[in-house]
């Protein structure tokens, strides 16, 4: 008797081979995820550079906002005057052909968080309207929040004083008018972003009293130029 040949099933296909809906479903959650937190960093990094760029704004405008250097004169010396007696006078009167020096003690305040360079500083005496001395400081550097000072020294030409017709009323008052003219310019730079050049002028009246040669009064008038 022929035996039957044993029929056998094929073997199914392994179902780890299709893709199932779970897979899908974690798949799509784990790209969700992704892009969650890929739009929170953003907006956490957005309000990062929002908060420091108000910080900043406020800073400029409060702390950090530039003021105009203040320039004071100290105090005034006459360090040297020559005076001669002369007939229908009772004071004496500055030497003919002498020079008459001044030394000036001048500070530049600097009130900002960022160093003052200025240039040239000059300084002019007048006498009723008339230069009669001029003087240059070099340039320097006034710190973050300090004070530079500064001694300028002043040759005065005392021929313009004494060919000047209105010097008989001072020496009949014993006193000598005089005014001066400070000029300092120069630039504030602020954190390599913000810079503003700024121009300080100072003026003053001093009176020198002739017999004690010394400074008997001076008033200044301060202006800043943008």
């Known amino acids: 008797m022929v035996e039957r040949e044993q029929v056998r099933p094929l073997a199914l296909e392994s179902d780890d081979r299709l893709p199932s ?4 479903e974690t798949a799509l959650n784990k790209k969700r995820f992704h ?49 001669i007696n002369t ?16 030394r000036a003690d001048v500070s530049v305040k600097n009130p900002n968080y960022a160093s003052f360079r200025y240039a040239n ?8 309207g008339t230069v009669v001395g001029e003087a240059r400081g070099p ?15 002043i040759d ?19 006193l000598l008018a005089m005014n001066s003219f400070t000029s300092v310019g120069g ?18 009246t001093i009176t020198v009293n002739i017999t004690s040669q010394a400074i008997q009064d001076q008033k200044c008038t301060k202006k800043v130029k943008l």
Do not use: E
């Open 121 to 128: 500083t000059t300084t002019t005496i007048s006498y009723r």
């Open 21 to 24: 809906s779970d897979d899908d």
């Open 156 to 174: 005065i030409i005392t021929d313009k004083i004494v060919s000047h017709p209105g010097l008989q009323d001072d020496i009949s008052t014993g």
């Open 35 to 83: 892009q969650r937190r890929c739009f929170k960093y953003c907006v956490c990094i957005s309000t990062l550079f929002l908060i420091l760029a108000i910080t900043i704004i406020i800073l400029i405008f409060t702390v950090f906002k530039i003021k105009d250097p203040i320039i004071r004169m100290n105090g005034v010396t006459v360090v040297k005057l020559d005076l």
């Open 87 to 102: 007939s229908g006078t009772t004071l004496p009167i500055p030497k003919p052909g002498s020079n008459m020096t001044i």
């Open 187 to 204: 630039r504030i730079k602020l954190l390599n972003m913000i810079k503003k050049h700024v121009v300080v002028k100072m003026n003053c």
């Open 139 to 153: 340039p320097g550097k006034s710190k973050a929040r300090r004070t530079m000072r500064m001694n300028v020294t």
